[in-house]
């Protein structure tokens, strides 16, 4: 009989596959792991490509027609005012970009070609050209695919930055999200050129007069009217007219002012009129047409039941006559409101200004001119008859405008560009086709300005300060300079007033803004 045989295991060969089953389980989790950290999913992968043509040009300018004497660019009154800006260069450059399968192309384009490189490299690089020190350069950028109200959607865009040494460098790609505006400085920031402006032609607008009508005098470039305001740390709504309209149905717009608020009240009649379906709806309510000679105009929107209007106050104080001697002369009574003050009130929106007739010349170098009570000073510093104006304009909004009903702003001094003299003395800026650059500007901020911060802060009534001087000195190319009038004449020329369209639309742009954001 056969002995059957037992099965079992030593210790030995258990030991052993123990070993090898536990070697194995550990080494299939080691090779998983490694499967898992070190291999991208799909969903994890973002591609980023670019297609790249880029040309980056200059324009090489004379600096004699370009420069500006520093006593011309300030408030427009010869004593040399004006503004430390950020500096301005521009270059061109296109490019596509392709981010996820997405897309954009974002135009940078300016008009001072004159000759042009093609570059190519890695997009992680710089790109730099170098510009010799007599070119003029300018900061310019256009956006695409920007919604009508101008804020920035979550695509990608490109911005293209220069240094005061000439050198351009090309960032990376990066998002640009909407820029919040609190404690935003609106008067720091730049000119980005924009085909889609101007908001409103010379054919779509039967009220630009012709002091301002640079396109019907004969001007043929049309860029002065492309640039668009971009300040450093926000972003404004670009200006919407059914949305003005809106904002003051049933309400009285007043400007009060010089002719240089006539300039921005003109201004903002035609960017109003974009949002109106049928223009006879508007009309001036005493059938006025618009000249320098008159002063005093309501146009009436019928289909808002609003008003815009515009008086003539060029000191916001009362122009007088006294006797001194044996004559009776001109004098300006700093102590009393302007007689026509009646007019503004109840008016719901309220932008005043005063600067351009505070000069050497208009003023009669303050001998005889200014007068308190029955005393005519003999002599007296236009500074402190300024602040004694401006004290006197502020009682009078404490004690007859109600700030519950009415928003009172205060524009600021709109620089002149008079180069070579005055507007009296064959001072001229007609070669002027392009914003300046920061170089040909002094740093000295405006003391008018200065004068009228202090005074607002000193008032009961909440007032805003429109501040649109630092970003109007740049704009020597927006006078109407010989184009002021329809028989030129380069012995006469206008560096003090605006083209319309033009600059003062981005003054509009502003006081949109700060009426949007109340």
Known sequence: MERQRSFSFKPTRLLVFSFTIFSSILFLSTFTTWLTNYTPSIHQQI????????????????????????????DGDGDGDSVALPPLFVHSLTENFTVSGVKISTLIDNRLSRTQESLSGSKSEPVRHHVGASNVNFTAMQEYGTSPERAPSNEQKKIVTG??????????????????????????GYWVFDESYALYSKDSCPFIDEGFDCVGNGRLDRDYSKWRWQPKDCDIPRFNATKMLELIRGKRLVFVGDSINRNQWESMLCMLLGGIKDPSRVHETHGRKITKEKGNYSFRFLDYQCTVEY?????????????????????LRIDAIDHGSSRWKGADVLVFNTAHWWSHYKTKAGIYFYQEGNLVHPQLNVSTAFRKALTTWSSWVDRH?????????????????????????????????????????????????????????????????????????????????????????SRIQDCSHWCLPGVPDTWNELLYFHLQSR
């Open 401 to 489: 405008i109600n700030h519950r009903k009415t928003r009172v702003f205060f524009r600021s001094s709109a620089p002149s560009h008079f180069s070579g003299g005055d507007w009296n003395s064959g001072g001229h800026c007609t070669e002027a086709t392009l914003p300046l650059n920061e170089t040909l500007l002094s740093t000295t901020y405006p003391e008018k300005n200065i004068i009228v911060e202090q005074i607002i802060e000193q008032m009961k009534t909440p007032v805003t300060l429109l501040n649109v001087t630092s970003l109007s000195a740049y704009r020597i190319d927006g006078h109407p300079s010989i184009y002021g009038r329809k028989t030129r004449s």
């Open 163 to 188: 240094g005061l040494d000439g050198n351009t460098q090309v960032p990376v790609l990066k998002k640009i999200e909407q820029k919040g505006v609190e404690g935003c400085d609106l008067a720091k």
């Open 311 to 331: 008086y003539v106050s060029h000191f916001l104080v009362h122009e007088s006559k006294a006797r001194v001697g044996q004559k009776r002369r001109p004098t």
């Open 47 to 74: 591609h980023l490509h670019f297609n790249t043509s880029s040309s980056i040009s200059t324009s090489t300018t004379n600096t004699s027609s370009s420069s500006v004497s520093s006593s011309s660019i300030g």
